[in-house]
């Protein structure tokens, strides 16, 4: 492969903003090169590709990098026309894959957090914000599964999916560590389903961080936040 | 054509003055309603139940919500008159920038309105810091989208005009001409562009808006 078309993915291995753009990269098929940087000691090389937000994921393809997930996201689908196509063409279909993967990514996310933030009686109402998103997400998922039953295959996976799995694949760990169930069959049976059916995908189940590693690393950051938010 | 395009907003919304822009500058038609927000109308809790704001843009009788959202549809929609650069590595950047302004800009001006003491300090201090690496992404270009309004300056255009007025409220400097030469130049060519300059809301009715909310807010803590 020629220099310039190689492509370089710059991720760290927990996080589910870098996991996203490994799996569309696999799902297109693009042969890449993954560096796994240690956000506590970032390279050199992260800071001059990323200089305005030094973070992970950055993608770097023809010597330039492109930061920023689901900017990344957006260029892996026009750039490589095989496998699956992430954005459907319809200009209506891709307004609400947008609107929906940036509610996932922002709002979803953003309540996780809090609630992992938070202890005592605060966390019980946080809770109850997550679940309200969640079933916002639950109600809004009616569209793109109308006949109520989500079945996947890799080849027509989309930019939705990939986000959706990057942030809550590992529900698990979550519940483990927050003690909540955030994917309730009850409360939101459509993404319950969904999630099931997309985890029965040898590619997602794989390119997912394991189990335990995954709850390690999260209990760690979540004491250490706690520890310096209460200092 | 027969194409129904309606836009909902309010007189002063940053957020749908970027959808009136981006339909301007394209030329479409389109009928406004606007909308009181201590009163919202059924349609609009009906076309965005999720997050019940404006803009709202419906286009043949379908809702799309959220401003950015909105102008990837226009721009999908309506391939005239494009506003992102056609190569991939290009438009990557260009809705980079759209991000940063949307993550980083905006959120420290607001803080900056809306806090006092300590934390008004540092949300003026991240605004700042925003606008330096904007200033760094004009070198070489008159507007962000290099000669002509691309969907970057569409973004960030609020800054054109809600940018003195806040300085005007808050009695406190975001944008030097000094500092920021070229950021300020891009205000200026900006704002006077016909297409933008014909739908800024009135100065003196933005001002007191931007007063009353932040003693409503100051009130409350």
């Known amino acids: ?30 042969p890449y090169e993954y560096v796994e940087e240690d956000l506590t000691n970032k390279s050199q090389m992260l800071l001059s590709l990323n200089p305005v937000h030094k973070k992970v ?8 990098p492109i930061a920023e997930s689901l900017v990344i996201l ?11 196509q992430l954005l459907p063409m319809d200009p209506y279909k891709r307004a609400q894959v947008r609107f929906w993967a940036s509610f996932v990514q922002q709002q979803l996310q953003d309540s996780m957090i809090k609630v992992a933030m ?15 998103k969640m079933r916002l997400l639950d109600e809004g998922l009616k569209s793109f599964f109308p006949d109520g039953n989500p079945s996947i295959d890799t080849e027509h996976l989309g930019l939705l999916d990939v986000v959706f799995v990057s942030f809550f694949g590992n529900h698990k760990v979550h519940e483990e560590v927050l ?12 993404i319950h389903c969904w999630l099931k059916a997309l985890l029965d995908l040898p590619l997602l189940k794989e390119t997912l961080p394991p189990h335990d590693k995954m709850v390690a690393f999260i209990k760690f950051i979540n004491e250490s936040a706690l520890k310096s938010s209460t200092a | 054509m027969g194409e129904e395009v309606k836009v909902f907003r309010t007189w002063s919304s940053p ?3 970027r959808v009136v822009w981006a339909l301007d500058l394209k030329g479409i038609k389109y009928e406004t309603i606007y909308e009181d927000l201590s009163n919202k109308s059924p349609l609009l809790l009906q076309y965005n139940p999720i997050h019940k704001k404006v803009p709202v843009l419906l286009h043949n009788s379908k809702p799309i919500a959220e401003s950015l959202v909105i102008l990837e549809y226009i721009e999908d929609t309506w391939k005239h008159r494009p506003l992102l650069p056609q190569d991939p590595h290009q438009r990557a950047n260009a809705r980079f920038w759209i991000k940063f302004g949307e993550d980083k800009v905006f959120p420290a001006v607001r803080d900056s309105l809306l806090k006092q003491g300590k934390e008004q300090e540092e949300a003026h201090e991240a605004a700042l810091e925003s606008f330096k690496l904007l200033e760094e992404e004009l070198k070489g270009k008159k507007l962000f989208g290099g000669e002509e309004i691309g969907m970057v300056d569409i973004a960030l255009g609020w800054l054109a005009n809600l940018v003195s007025v806040l300085e005007e409220v808050l009695v406190l400097k975001f ?8 950021l300020s130049a891009w205000m200026r060519l900006f704002a006077d562009i ?11 009715k933005l001002v007191t808006k931007y007063i009353a909310i932040r003693e409503a807010r100051l009130a409350t803590n």
Do not use: C
């Open chain 2, 15 to 17: 957020f749908a003055l």
């Open chain 1, 57 to 64: 994921p950055v993608l770097v393809h023809n010597g330039k």
């Open chain 1, 179 to 190: 003690g909540f169930k955030v994917i309730d069959p009850e409360k939101t049976p459509l």
């Open chain 1, 74 to 84: 957006e260029y892996i689908d026009e750039t490589w026309k095989n496998g699956p």
């Open chain 1, 118 to 132: 938070t202890e005592g009686e605060a966390r019980e109402k946080l809770v109850e914000e997550a679940y309200e």
């Open chain 2, 175 to 182: 944008i030097d001409e000094h500092k920021f030469p070229l």
């Open chain 2, 194 to 204: 016909p297409v933008i300059k014909q739908s800024w809301p009135p100065r003196d």
């Open chain 1, 1 to 30: 492969m020629a220099e310039e078309s190689k492509v370089t993915l710059y991720g760290y291995w927990p996080s589910p903003f870098a996991k996203m753009v490994e799996i569309a990269l696999k799902l297109k098929g693009v």
